[in-house]
Nanobody, 115 residues
Framework: QVQLVESGGGLVQPGGSLRLSCAAS????????MSWYRRAPGKEREFVAR????????NYADSVKGRFTISRDNAKNTVYLQMNNLKPEDTAVYYC????????WGQGTQVTVSS
């Protein structure tokens, strides 16, 4: 049974930082492409960042480049999203995604950026 469990969300002031984690189980994590997406209130879900299986190649949405960093620990079956210099427009539910033969999604974790 595949599980993706996100954690680390919360309320933070503009300019602050958060680190999201996604713990994976039930598939060969080291072979999966892992990504983060987000859905802001009233908007479509959008891509945030991706890291390929070896953890070397990454891609980012233009809106988060230079502020967010995706990484993975294949020994811990976990992918991370370090978010710095957060802005109110980063407020959203953040979802972990795994691509391994098919798509898997976590339940999401809320990130709220507000003063």
């Amino acid at each position: 049974q595949v599980q993706l469990v996100e954690s680390g969300g919360g309320l933070v002031q503009p300019g602050g930082s958060l680190r999201l984690s996604c713990a994976a189980s039930g598939f060969t994590f080291s072979s999966a492409t892992m990504s983060w997406y987000r859905r802001a209130p009233g908007k479509e879900r959008e891509f945030v960042a991706r890291v390929l299986s070896a953890g070397i190649r990454t891609n980012y949405a233009d809106s988060v480049k230079g502020r967010f960093t995706i990484s993975r620990d294949n020994a811990k079956n976990t992918v991370y999203l370090q978010m710095n210099n957060l802005k109110p427009e980063d407020t959203a539910v953040y979802y972990c995604n795994a691509i391994y033969k098919t798509d898997y999604w976590g339940q999401g974790t809320q990130v709220t950026v507000s003063s």
